[in-house]
């Protein structure tokens, strides 16, 4: 079993900068793909950003490319994700999750919320205009 807890969150003018952290505890993370997912209210759980095991692929939504950034410490058992240039439509509650992937797809970077085994309880991020 995996435990993931989000922290970082809160709240921030439009064009601040939060760095949120997931750190995993039960076992190591540094086998998994990770990813952040967000839920605003009223809307369906998105992708956000994804990180391969190795950390040599990544993956964003369109409208954060450019302003997020993913990154995994395995020695930490922690994922990052910095986020720039906040705007309030990023408002929302942010979500560490971990997949479980084969040695063979070591690269790959998951995308589809179904995939992912483990789940954070979520970090609420708020952008004020």
């Known amino acids: 079993q995996v435990q993931l807890v989000e922290s970082g969150g809160g709240l921030v003018q439009a064009g601040g900068s939060l760095r949120l952290s997931c750190a995993a505890s039960?076992?190591?993370?540094?086998?998994?793909?990770m990813g952040w997912f967000r839920q605003a209210p009223g809307k369906e759980r998105e992708f956000v950003t994804g990180?391969?095991?190795?950390?040599?692929?990544?993956d964003y939504q369109d409208s954060v490319k450019g302003r997020f950034a993913i990154s995994r410490d395995n020695a930490k058992n922690t994922v990052y994700l910095q986020m720039n240039s906040l705007k309030p439509e990023d408002t929302a509650v942010y979500y560490c999750?971990?997949?479980?992937?084969?040695?063979?797809?070591?690269?790959?970077?998951?995308?589809?919320?179904?995939?992912?085994?483990?789940w954070g309880q979520g970090t609420q991020v708020t952008v004020s205009s």
């Open positions: 039960g076992r190591t993370v540094s086998g998994y793909a």
């Open positions: 990180i391969s095991v190795t950390s040599r692929s990544t």
């Open positions: 999750a971990a997949a479980t992937v084969t040695w063979g797809q070591r690269e790959r970077v998951v995308a589809q919320s179904s995939e992912y085994n483990y």
